[in-house]
């Protein structure tokens, strides 16, 4: 067997299970759980009608690099949506569709790893443990930046000396993050491509949440926008990752795509071709759909909004919480042990949160996640609601 798979920590849920492993909550109390990242919206029937009518294509193995027409969709949705210069992103050589960002996010560091020189992959704390195990696997180590309230949940960047810059082979990060919401701003994503440039490290944004924000007005920034904005426009050194899971409600049609450095892409493609991992065609053809609407993407925004601002009413007062730059979680501090709460609350509630400590690694004593809980207001308003209002209680009896 791989030795490096003995690296591998339990996966949040696993511990989460076996938190609540020997509690029984109140029958009385329907559960409701906001602790998974999976959105309950519906799914856009304009999505659901295109894979139907395109399940013909069973018959046809699909290609790894994608359908033209799936490059070409892409390709328009990232200039418009981050005012790229026309052009700038070429769908033959700069984009590969993928079957959820999770999968290329690993993937991608299975690829361009070099494991002879004593790699290095960098990644926000707290994180999605894919990165750490994409790391891992790879045969790299992982190097924990914290995200603390005193820096906005961003990484202090500049806190990062040289050595640590030269062994880095890629950094990772997440904008809008998981589980903060924080969003890492446009001077602060040029740093890092210069730094990348000027160290020869691969930037891999995670940019999943993208499309989940508040003010309809100001959308968060993109890494390739960035680049775009500084001249940069050959998006080397720079990948991005997006998905229609959060986007388009759409999680079980497992699409996404990277794009960006046209050179990387071209080897990432040779290994994916091995990989064996090319999407469903009748999934691109509803990727295709999805990404051509921005309707009911929207609607996705207006709902999101409607419960934060119930759920956060509720709230104030009784927990340290605010609202996040963007994505769909709360990152509330705890008035006792993280693990403690959330095993409380199941037990009094009934209700699930994910223990921040859970999601983040402790480093030279400061552990980003502990004392802080993930919150995801997935669920209809009615059950974040009612959620709220049984978290409120709980902690007014504490």
């Excluded at 992103?89 to 690993?106: K, V, Y």
């Excluded at 494991?115 to 443990?129: A, I, K, T």
């Excluded at 001249?231 to 759409?250: I, P, Q």
Aim: hydrophobic share 40%; proline share 8%.
């Amino acid at each position: 067997m791989n030795p490096d798979l003995d690296r591998l920590q339990p996966y949040p849920f696993e511990k989460l299970a076996a938190l609540k492993a020997d509690i029984e909550p109140p029958a009385k109390l329907g559960h409701i759980a906001l602790s998974i990242g999976e959105p309950k919206h519906p799914t856009p029937s304009l999505v659901s009608d295109a894979l139907i009518a395109n399940l013909h294509h069973l018959a046809s193995y699909p290609a790894t690099r994608g359908i033209p027409a799936l490059r070409g969709t892409i390709a328009d949705w990232l200039t418009r949506r981050f005012r790229l210069p026309s052009g700038s992103i070429d769908p033959e050589r700069q984009i590969l569709p993928l079957n959820g960002t999770r999968e290329g996010l690993f993937a991608f560091a299975q690829a361009v790893i070099d494991r002879s020189r004593d790699p290095l992959v960098l990644m926000p704390n707290p994180f999605y443990q894919i990165y750490e195990g994409a790391a891992l696997l790879a045969g790299a180590e992982p190097r924990y930046l914290p995200c603390i309230a005193e820096n906005g949940f961003v990484p202090d960047y500049d806190a990062v000396d040289a050595d640590t810059w030269q062994r880095c082979q890629i950094l990772y990060v997440c904008s809008p993050g998981n589980p903060t919401g924080a969003v890492v701003p446009i001077d602060r994503l040029q740093r890092l491509i210069r730094l990348a440039e000027e160290h020869d490290f691969l930037i891999a944004s995670d940019e999943c949440y993208s499309e989940l924000y508040f003010d309809e007005a100001e959308p968060p920034v993109g890494l390739l926008q960035a680049a775009a904005a500084m001249d940069h426009a050959s998006y080397r050194h720079c990948l991005v990752f997006h998905s229609l899971s959060k986007r388009s409600n759409a999680p079980g049609l497992r699409s996404g795509f990277v794009a960006g450095d046209a050179g990387v892409i071209d080897r990432f493609f040779n290994y994916r071709t091995y990989h064996g991992c090319a999407m469903h065609l009748q999934h691109q053809h509803a990727s295709i759909a999805a990404w051509r609407d921005e309707d009911h993407v929207t609607t996705n925004r207006a709902l999101y909004r409607e419960k934060f601002n119930a759920v956060l009413n509720i709230l104030d007062g009784v927990l340290d919480v605010s609202r996040p730059d963007a994505g769909f979680y709360l990152w509330p501090a705890t008035p006792i042990p993280d693990a403690d709460f959330a095993r409380g609350l199941f037990a009094a509630a009934n209700v699930t949160l994910l223990p921040g400590r859970y999601l983040s690694r402790e480093v030279d004593g400061l552990d980003p996640g502990a004392g802080r809980l993930r919150m995801a207001l997935v669920p209809p308003l009615d059950e974040c609601v009612e959620a709220a209002e049984r978290i409120r209680h709980f902690v007014v009896d504490l």
